[in-house]
Structures are given as C-alpha cells and as structure tokens.
C-alpha cells in the first residue's frame, strides 16, 4: 500500500522566515496530496492540495510543489506568523470523487518564535 | 468550522465497554470517513461511506463497525474495548460527486476516548 514519510517531525522557525516541510511517497498512482493543519485540541484542517497534473499552487503566504517523478511534495511556508504554529501533516490519495482514502505522513511540529 | 460535527467531544470508558460515535457531514456531502488518531500510530484511515454504502476500508478491527444511515449522518460503533483503543476519532466528509472531481475531505472537531 501507500506509504508517505515527512520530514522534518519538528520545526522551529523564527517570525518573519520561511518554513519547508517534505514529504515523499511510494505508490505513483497516487494523484492527490493535501496539507491539513492542525492546532491543539482540533480537527485537521484543510490549507491547501495539489494534484498531480500540476507542479505548483499557490495561496497567499502557502505553496505546494509536486516532483512526480522524484515522488516528493513539499509545503512552503513565508513570512511565518505564531499563527502558523501548529502540527502540519502531509498526505496522499489514489482517489479521484473521493473513491480514495488519505494516507497521512507522521506530521511536522511546527513552531514560529516572535 | 469546517461543516462537519462530531458527538460526544469527549467520552471516559472501562475496559470491556460498547460505545458508539456519531458524525454528520457538510451539508451536500455523501461521503464519509472515520480516522483514528494515536499518539503512537498518527492519523490511520478505518473506514470510508458513500451514500450509505461501505466503500473502502483501511486497518479497522473487527471489534469496530461504523454505518452511514439514510439521512448521511454516520456512527462508528466499538466494542470489547481495550486501553490500547484510546484515542482521537475523526470523521471527515466530501462531496463524493464523482463527476465533479471533488475529493477534499473536511474533518470534524473529533471525540476523544479514553478507556480506563
């Protein structure tokens, strides 16, 4: 099945600078990646998905890249704000119309200092 | 708030127990689907719904079953517990259109069991 790591498990960043957070994947039918958020004591939320006819998306101070053929999508963060703060998870699906489960990383501690 | 609710938000149990978990998903939403969230094995997918129908299934014990009913809102139901089943449960929904190739899945807040 579907395996997908993430690196690194715990990121301290400062205000103001970027963050990066990989993830790599082994099954290459798999055709969606989204990013959750989540923040203590909540759900994972939703921030962002790439899928796999595009190689970039963009919103806002968030990215997503998409290397197929290397099997690794990374999140990039700018212009960190102690919002951002949060445990970040990477995951991946075969599905398309939602026939497809989502395989999680083991998610990114992340941490924005003032 | 991502549409989607979860009942109870926390729930205390002893070993042995029955318990049940009720989700209802975004309003529009057929599918759904249950994780479980361990400090120990992260966020696992159990099991997936669509329109009232079993639709996948990921690494859920026998001990567990879930049903989507008429009106879309789903429960998972576990039994026998054991202290390992401690956890966070979430339920996730999306549109399921598979026309519309709409796929994100939005979660709940969560229930979050502890069995004693």
């Known amino acids: 099945g579907e395996n997908v790591e993430q690196h690194p498990s715990t990121l301290s960043v400062q205000e103001g600078d970027s963050a990066v957070i990989k993830c790599t994947y082994s099954d290459s039918a798999s055709n969606y990646f989204p990013w959750y958020k989540q923040e203590l004591g909540k759900g994972p939320q939703l921030i962002i998905d790439i899928r796999s006819n595009v190689g970039e998306k963009k919103d806002q101070r968030i990215a997503v890249t998409l290397n197929k053929t290397a099997k690794h999508f990374s999140l990039h963060i700018t212009e960190t704000q102690p919002e951002d703060s949060a445990v970040y998870f990477c995951a991946a699906s075969k599905g398309t119309g939602s026939w497809g489960k989502l395989q999680f990383g083991a998610g990114t501690q992340v941490v924005v200092t003032p | 708030d991502s549409g989607v609710t979860q009942t109870p938000k926390h729930l205390i149990t002893a070993t042995g127990q029955r318990v049940t978990l009720r989700c209802s998903p975004r309003?529009?939403?057929?599918?759904v689907y249950w994780y479980q969230q361990s400090l120990d094995q992260g966020l696992q997918f159990l099991i997936q719904?669509?329109?009232?129908?079993?639709?996948a299934k990921g690494n859920i014990l026998e001990r567990f079953s879930a049903q989507q009913f008429p009106d879309l809102h789903s429960e998972l139901n576990l039994s026998s517990l054991e202290l390992g089943d401690s956890a966070l449960y979430f339920c996730?929904?999306?549109?399921?259109?598979?026309?519309?190739?709409?796929?994100?899945?939005?979660f709940g807040p969560g229930t979050r069991l502890t069995v004693l």
């Open positions: 309003s529009g939403d057929l599918s």
């Open positions: 996730a929904s999306s549109p399921g259109r598979r026309a519309s190739g709409r796929d994100e899945q939005f």
């Open positions: 719904y669509y329109n009232g129908e079993e639709r």
